[in-house]
Structure formats: structure tokens, C-alpha cells
């Protein structure tokens, strides 16, 4: 896979995480609706760790307050 689709793939990946924790948070509750969407987030960010180098990894995780 060469540079610019990867990091086309990442954007693509970043994005879709975006849209299920924006239907995450307009949920009332914890449904099967938000269930499908939490499922999704983690495979998707799971997808976008496997791409990303480390220390793009550690860039993303200190903007997203995970570190």
C-alpha cells in the first residue's frame, strides 16, 4: 500500500469513527442502536491503529486525550 492511500484510508477510517461517536452521543441510553455503533467505533479504530505509525499513533492519542 503506498503513502498517499494509506493515509487516504486513514482519513477515510477517522471519519467514519467521527460519525458513530456523533450517533453514540445522540442516543438516549444505552439501545441496541448504540450498541451497533460502539461495536463499529472499535473495529474502526482498531483498522485505523493497524495503519497508522507509531508515532503518528501517539500524535492521535494525545489530540483525542487518550494518553
Do not use: F, S
Amino acid at each position: 500500500m503506498n503513502t498517499l492511500h494509506r493515509k487516504a484510508r486513514i482519513l477515510w477510517l477517522t471519519l467514519r469513527i467521527k460519525y458513530h461517536r456523533i450517533a453514540m452521543d445522540a442516543e438516549k441510553g444505552v439501545t441496541r442502536t448504540w450498541k451497533y455503533h460502539a461495536r463499529t467505533h472499535t473495529v474502526l479504530c482498531r483498522l485505523r491503529a493497524d495503519l497508522l505509525t507509531p508515532e503518528e499513533r501517539r500524535l492521535v492519542e494525545r489530540r483525542e486525550g487518550l494518553v
